[in-house]
């Protein structure tokens, strides 16, 4: 069996590259980065390092790694002969794959059993925009897409930024994650031990993304308002902490009420969660997990997503325009988005960057909250 896995960085080596290793399959990294791709190919080996409670090391062999840029058609290869395709490239990034996966069904002996194809990001339904931009690729040829299964994934795992001398060893936590939704297969569903298969997704993908993801980065803004620098430490810091917990409290409430959890089994959960944020023994900084705002403060994802739909049923977003709040001070000038934030807060009207940022109109009943929050940062830059 083989996969061609697109991002060899720290979560492709240390999460979704690992699990498919220990599934047996042959894995073949595609990335961008000559330096790092070099690296691949002069390694026999690398290490996970596993850290927290069950912590362990893992060394990963029988890799290889292709250029996706300097080697295309070593790629073309590698693809038109894999039985599973997962990417870990950031949701952005997927429209940028679409044509190799494109001209990989081209090129499928037909008869052949069809490739899976698994988008591994923190979306919704990221394996379906990825079908959707690869049947773009086809065009005419779009009968193709018959040659390839679509399946949506879900997946967690915390990957800190690494140290500097760490090669292509990855530390990572202990626990990690990775559902995939079956409708997509007909009955044959890949072999991956660690994975867990369910027929519906939704439940799982929100529970994660409106758990960890909001918790996460609630964390990041809050901590970096207060000053902190890691995760950890800002989640010793008791103001912080319950600002965390509150926020899942209110995504609690509406995972319960719209997809009809167990409530005790979801607060079980949300403690895990907040008990996983507290491992000291990751390095994990506020600066790498806040990154990105604008994609974070986007419709969909795990602020706006999750209050606008509690905005809708009436229910409370206290906690999380606090975490909005903090989000909008996030200033690090190292990061494009947060720069590119900051300039819209100087610059533009509140009611207009709420609607670009947030995808929200002023019809919505979490708008006038929204807006109300972009004006008091803006009145602070003034």
């Known amino acids: 069996m083989k996969a061609v896995h697109f991002g060899a960085g720290n979560i492709g080596r240390g999460f979704v590259g690992l699990i498919l290793h220990r599934a047996g399959y042959e894995v073949v990294f595609s990335d961008v980065s000559a330096e790092l791709i070099a690296s691949l190919q002069a390694a026999d080996s690398y290490t996970v390092h596993e ?146 298969f369910v027929d519906e997704l939704a439940p799982f993908i929100e529970r994660k993304l409106f758990t960890v993801n909001t918790g996460h980065a609630t964390a990041a803004y809050l901590g970096a308002q207060a000053g902190h620098e890691l995760i950890a430490e800002a989640m010793a810091d008791a103001k912080v902490y319950a600002a965390v917990e509150a926020a899942l409290q209110e995504t609690s409430a509406l995972l319960v009420a719209k997809h009809d959890l167990d409530p005790d089994a979801q607060a079980a959960y949300r403690e895990k969660i907040l008990t996983r944020f507290t491992n000291e023994a990751l390095p994990d900084t506020v600066l790498r997990v806040g990154r990105q705002p604008l994609r974070k403060l986007s419709r969909t994802e795990r602020f706006v997503g999750p209050a606008a739909e509690l905005a809708e049923r009436g229910m409370s977003v206290s906690a999380l325009l606090d975490a909005v709040r903090a989000a909008l001070r996030f200033d690090d000038p190292a990061d494009e988005q947060s720069v590119e934030l900051q300039a819209l807060l100087r610059e533009g009207r509140p009611a207009e960057i709420v609607a670009r940022v947030t995808g929200l109109d002023e019809s919505h009943p979490l708008t006038p909250a929204l807006i109300d929050a972009v004006a008091a940062r803006r009145a602070e830059l003034a």
């Open 51 to 196: 850290v927290g409670d069950g912590a362990r090391d893992s060394e990963v062999t029988g890799f290889r790694a292709v250029n996706s840029a300097a080697e295309p058609e070593a790629l073309a290869a590698e693809l038109a002969s894999a039985d599973v395709v997962t990417t870990a490239v950031g949701p952005t990034v997927l429209r940028f794959l679409a044509g190799d996966i494109a001209r990989a069904l081209r090129d499928r002996p037909e008869g052949s059993a069809p490739l899976v194809v698994m988008a591994c990001e923190n979306a919704i339904g990221a394996s379906d925009t990825l079908r959707g931009l690869v049947e773009t690729e086809l065009g005419d040829d779009a009968a193709l897409l018959s040659r390839a299964v679509f399946a949506n994934t879900a997946v967690d795992r915390i990957v800190p930024a690494q140290a500097p001398d760490a090669g292509l060893a990855v530390t990572v936590e202990t626990f990690f994650e990775w559902v995939i939704e079956t409708r997509a297969f007909d009955g044959d569903v890949p072999v991956i031990p660690d994975a867990v």
